[in-house]
């Protein structure tokens, strides 16, 4: 059978030198900018948008923050909390809400555990029914806070 050079060939065969294409530069970018990758490629696109590397360990805890299904549990008693606040804070479920699932804005989160000490984080894990580890939760949040500032 003899080979067509119909559209679907020339297709292939200009599928196949882009892929050339793209794996010589691949490999020369390698060669001759051997830094131009990891970690500081990372910080360079990022750093205006205030995200952050996580570690091994961040990759580890992210998972169980974001077992957060907003039955509102944790808000309850917190009124007092929000009206002093002056809408800094609006609530645990909104801080673990946005905390957990926006890295950029770590600061204004950090804002809002202002008003909430350390021992009502603790009683707001034992209500939570997805066992969302709050204390863990706003100590990596101050760690990324402080590191975005």
Do not use: K
Request: hydrophobic content about 45%.
């Amino acid at each position: 059978m003899p080979l067509r050079y119909d559209g679907s060939m020339l297709a292939r065969v200009h599928a196949a030198w882009l892929l050339a294409l793209s794996l010589l530069r691949t490999i020369g970018r390698r060669v001759f900018r051997p830094n131009s990758h990891g970690l500081a490629l990372f910080h360079s696109n990022y750093a205006q948008d205030r995200l952050l590397p996580l570690t091994t360990a961040d990759r580890d805890v992210l998972p169980a923050f974001s077992g957060c299904v907003a039955c509102g549990l944790c808000d309850v008693g917190q009124a007092t909390s929000i009206a002093a606040s002056q809408g800094r804070y609006r609530g645990m479920m909104a801080f673990v809400l946005s905390a957990s699932r926006s890295m950029p804005d770590f600061d204004a989160a950090l804002d809002a555990l202002r008003h909430v000490d350390v021992a009502r984080l603790e009683s707001l894990e034992r209500v939570c029914p997805s066992h969302v580890p709050l204390r863990s939760l706003a100590a990596f949040v101050q760690r990324h806070a402080a590191a975005v500032s």
